[in-house]
């Protein structure tokens, strides 16, 4: 791959795994020192273990999103280890699939606060570090859910759709100091994380008989999505919600 991050740092929330930690891998392989945020510290340190024997640069750093502080102390960490932040990717989200009249307001809480409470703390603690230098790429990732109606996925859909309203915000407001912010919105994706749901085959054909391209994403398909839209490239693009759903979100 080409190396077009050489020198930057990148921190990626919900790296352990799933699309988090496949965005982590591509990061790391285009050059990228990468500070792997997230609940599970066991994943977190084989991911780094992972990037190092592949002479890469990465820091495990054990994070719940929805705490302030936490954020803060993880930020920081990246900064005092690699001298910087360059780049920063919000992938951290929980979803339930619940009817909305059987859902606890304590599970609604749950994703939002881990969707946009996550994104927000994560974007304001890096987003000091890009302002006052300058420059700095944000990538959020949304999801090709909040496009259509979604049934049984309310919280999901709703914070999703305002994680892409607060990508939108974040662009405009940061254009004059040199900091893009722009989103992808994925569809199903080939995952660790829904390896259960793809082995049942009843579930997986509705699936696929809702995406015109009748199959799934593979990670390497989000890699120069995400490349492009935090290498250097993109120095003009902000605000932009690039959707890659195998055409899911347009029926």
């Known amino acids: 791959m080409n190396r077009v991050l050489d020198g930057k ?44 024997a592949s002479n890469g640069e990465a820091l495990a750093c054990p994070t719940d999103v929805t705490d302030e502080a936490a954020v803060e102390r993880m930020v920081a960490a ?13 992938n951290s989200g929980v979803l339930t699939t ?24 994560a974007t304001k603690a890096a987003g000091r570090h890009f302002v006052g230098q300058r420059s700095g790429k944000v990538l959020n990732v949304a999801s090709s859910f909040a496009l259509k109606g979604t049934p049984n ?37 080939v995952t660790d994380i829904n390896a259960d749901l793809r082995a ?9 008989k809702t995406i015109p391209a009748r199959r799934m994403g593979s990670p390497d398909e989000l890699a120069p999505w995400l490349l492009l839209l935090v ?6 693009t902000t605000g932009s919600i690039a959707v890659i759903d195998g055409g899911q979100s347009l029926q």
Not at 98 to 121: H, K
Not at 155 to 180: G, I, L
Request: charged share 20%; aromatic share 8%.
């Open 231 to 236: 290498g250097p490239q993109s120095e003009y």
């Open 9 to 52: 740092v990148a921190v990626v929330t919900g790296a352990g795994r799933g699309l988090g930690k496949a965005m982590a891998l591509a990061l790391a392989d285009a050059g990228a020192s990468v500070t792997l945020a997230g609940r599970t510290a066991v994943h977190l340190e084989e991911l780094s273990t992972e990037i190092k």
């Open 78 to 90: 990246t900064v005092e280890t690699f001298g910087r932040v360059d780049i920063l990717v919000n």
């Open 98 to 121: 619940t009817p909305l009249l059987d859902q606890p307001a304590e599970d609604w809480d749950r994703i939002i606060d881990t969707n946009l409470r996550g994104t927000f703390l």
């Open 200 to 208: 049942d085959e009843e579930f997986t054909g509705k699936v696929l």
């Open 153 to 189: 996925h309310a919280a999901y859909c709703a914070s999703k759709a305002a994680v892409m309203a607060f990508t939108r915000s974040m662009a405009v407001e940061w254009a004059r100091h040199n900091v893009q912010v722009n989103a992808v919105a994925p569809g199903y994706f």
